[in-house]
């Protein structure tokens, strides 16, 4: 089936998209941005959905994961050209503590000197919430 449906995608004088695409416009239409250049490239810049506090609960996570994975899924074809992201950084702190279901406090691996709290890790399956000496002043996805 063709589509029928052209979005021009905006972009400003950077080269960065003003009117991102959402889910709907793959879907039914045709994607298309205007340029001049010879060359182009996408960067998407994600970034979890997570209130920042000394106390994280490893649900936020989990969530953010998960709504990230899903809206890969959705991108069809685009989905290869996307990673896979698995964990959580946390900026702005320089440890962090898993709280297990048990009480036990695990301290979080470090990555880029920042903590990293990924579900799956299997010291951290048990982890109920995420414990910071300080509150992170940014949170990203990893790898």
Not at 38 to 66: C, D, E, F, M, R
Not at 77 to 91: D, N, Q, R, Y
Not at 112 to 132: C, G, I, M, Y
């Amino acid at each position: 089936m063709q589509a029928t449906t052209r979005t021009p995608i905006e972009l400003n004088s950077q080269g960065q998209v003003l009117n991102l695409p959402d889910v709907n416009m793959f879907k039914n239409g045709v994607i298309e941005i205007q340029a001049s250049l010879n060359q182009g490239s996408v960067k998407l810049s994600l970034k979890p959905t997570i209130a920042l506090a000394k106390s994280i609960p490893v649900q936020a996570v989990n969530n953010s994961l998960t709504d990230y994975a899903a809206a890969v899924s959705r991108m069809g074809p685009a989905s290869f050209m996307i990673p896979k992201l698995k964990g959580v950084s946390f900026e702005g702190v320089s440890t962090g503590r898993a709280i297990l279901a048990d009480g036990r406090k695990v301290s979080l691996p470090l990555e880029a000197k920042k903590p990293v709290f990924r579900p799956a890790h299997p010291n951290l399956k048990s982890a109920t919430h995420l414990e910071f000496d300080v509150v992170p002043t940014d949170v990203g996805f990893t790898r």
